[in-house]
């Protein structure tokens, strides 16, 4: 068990480019979770998939935002068009589908739009 | 929908002394809470929840909570803090028919020598 992994960790990108981070869940782990947040708040939820199947959707994943899990596996969440008002860190969550309920949570993605 | 208030935004406390963080949610259905720290430039680690059972629940680094479900509140409570336990802390709710958590904005302890 090696945790969530999130790359990268930091990532700084102009006004306007798009953006790609992963995560790679704990591998026995069929759920996942995509959690934004931004300074002095609590993170809010985005999306999350059971195995491949994108079941929810928060209404803050705008049209710029897209997110996969095309295997099952790892997970991609893109940003397209980046806004200033996309800083924030970006964190990734995996559980089992059943059993012990509780997030394992990765160290996050922190991204600056300038 | 549910939601999760943290009143205070910063607790400072001497080391060794007790802290309580509160925390009140609302929700119109029955949840499940969570207690999460956070160290800085870090994720989010579970401390400690309530799924069901006994309302005092006991979690990682000393910590516990109490589920009161009259007073709709999960305050986190330590009776001695230590330098390291510095972090910030969020509560959670999840509604028992959904699969996400809402986050309280986060209570940052504070622990001086």
């Known amino acids: 068990d090696t945790g969530v992994s999130q790359d990268p960790r930091h990532k700084i990108t102009k006004r306007g480019q798009n953006v790609t981070f992963r995560c790679d869940p704990i591998?026995?782990?069929?759920?996942l979770y995509w959690y934004r947040q931004t300074l002095g708040q609590g993170p809010e939820f985005l999306t999350y998939?059971?195995?491949?199947?994108?079941?929810?959707k928060s209404r803050l994943l705008s049209d710029r935002f897209s997110a996969e899990r095309p295997k099952g596996s790892f997970s991609t969440l893109e940003i397209q068009r980046t806004e200033q008002g996309d800083s924030a860190m970006y964190l990734c969550?995996?559980?089992?589908?059943?059993?012990?309920?509780?997030?394992?949570f990765g160290s996050g993605t922190r991204l600056t739009v300038v | 929908a549910q939601s999760v208030t943290q009143l205070d935004s910063q607790v400072p406390v001497f080391e060794e002394a007790p802290v309580e963080l509160r925390c009140n949610y609302s929700?119109?259905?029955?949840?499940?809470l969570f207690w999460y720290v956070q160290y800085p430039n870090q994720g989010l680690q579970l401390l400690l929840k309530?799924?069901?059972?006994?309302?005092l629940v006991k979690g990682i680094n000393g910590f516990e909570a109490e589920f009161n479900k009259s007073q709709t509140s999960f305050h986190l409570r330590k009776p001695s803090v230590h330098i390291s336990d510095t972090a910030e802390y969020f509560c959670?709710?999840?509604?028992?028919?959904?699969?996400?958590?809402?986050f309280g904005t986060g209570t940052r302890l504070q622990v001086f020598p």
């Open positions: 969550a995996s559980r089992p589908m059943t059993g012990n309920y509780g997030y394992t």
């Open positions: 998939f059971q195995n491949e199947a994108q079941l929810e």
């Open positions: 309530y799924l069901s059972g006994s309302t």
């Open positions: 959670a709710v999840s509604a028992r028919n959904t699969d996400k958590l809402i």
């Open positions: 591998s026995e782990h069929n759920r």
């Open positions: 929700s119109s259905v029955s949840v499940y």
